[in-house]
T-cell receptor, first 113, second 112 residues
């Protein structure tokens, strides 16, 4: 089963607006990461937040993590048409020590120019 | 650095044929991962290596799938015999000691 589930599955906004995507997961984690995938391309790492962190910023990206609720959110501020892509959360589990990531089902973001 | 390199980018083959996908990780990265992406199942981990040694192959769907990493700069994922349900995009990713993974462009496999 998917470790992470993104919400919403699809999001359409106008350029300049903010986009918020949510991710829920099921097990204890070491860290949570967000990746972007443009159509027909590989995934690109955006940001990593560790289990002892609550919020992290990188440019126009803001990520929050609530380990008590097992959830995370990704906020993209002042969106641009170039932000159009699918966004995935990925978790690194703590219990097994595995380095592998478990990916959610993704949110498809469409930014209208 | 050129990033993770995968070949071929597209592969069309007939059911029953052997398929070999290739990956060159980023130099100096100790970890290499193989993922499969489909509309139905999303992105799934198949296997990963640390210092050329397979660590976790629990995601390999069945014995028709095998992966090797003969050296630090090369890995293969082989499907023999291939079946239509193997059609997917296969990604290779590599990682240094940090947790960030760097993905290749993927190989789109179509099995007719």
């Amino acid at each position: 089963s998917q470790q992470g589930e993104e919400d919403p599955q699809a999001l359409s906004i106008q350029e300049g607006e903010n986009a918020t995507m949510n991710c829920s997961y099921k097990t204890s984690i070491n860290n949570l990461q967000w990746y972007r995938q443009n159509s027909g391309r590989g995934l690109v790492h955006l940001i990593l937040i560790r289990s002892n962190e609550r919020e992290k910023h990188s440019g126009r990206l803001r990520v929050t993590l609530d380990t008590s609720k097992k959830s995370s959110s990704l906020l993209i501020t002042a969106s641009r048409a170039a932000d159009t892509a699918s966004y995935f959360c990925a978790t690194a589990r703590m219990d097994t020590g595995r380095r592998a990531l478990t990916f959610g089902s993704g949110t498809r973001l469409q930014v209208q120019p | 650095d050129a990033g993770v390199i995968q070949s071929p980018r597209h592969e069309v083959t007939e059911m029953g044929q052997e398929v070999t996908l290739r990956c060159k990780p980023i130099s100096g990265h100790d970890y290499l991962f193989w993922y499969r992406q489909t509309m139905m199942r999303g992105l799934e981990l198949l296997i990963y290596f640390n210092n050329n040694v397979p660590i976790d192959d629990s995601g390999m769907p069945e014995d028709r799938f095998s992966a090797k990493m003969p050296n630090a700069s090369f890995s293969t994922l082989k499907i023999q015999p291939s079946e239509p349900r193997d059609s997917a995009v296969y990604f290779c990713a590599s990682s240094p000691e940090s947790d960030t993974q760097y993905f290749g462009p993927g190989t789109r496999l179509t099995v007719l």
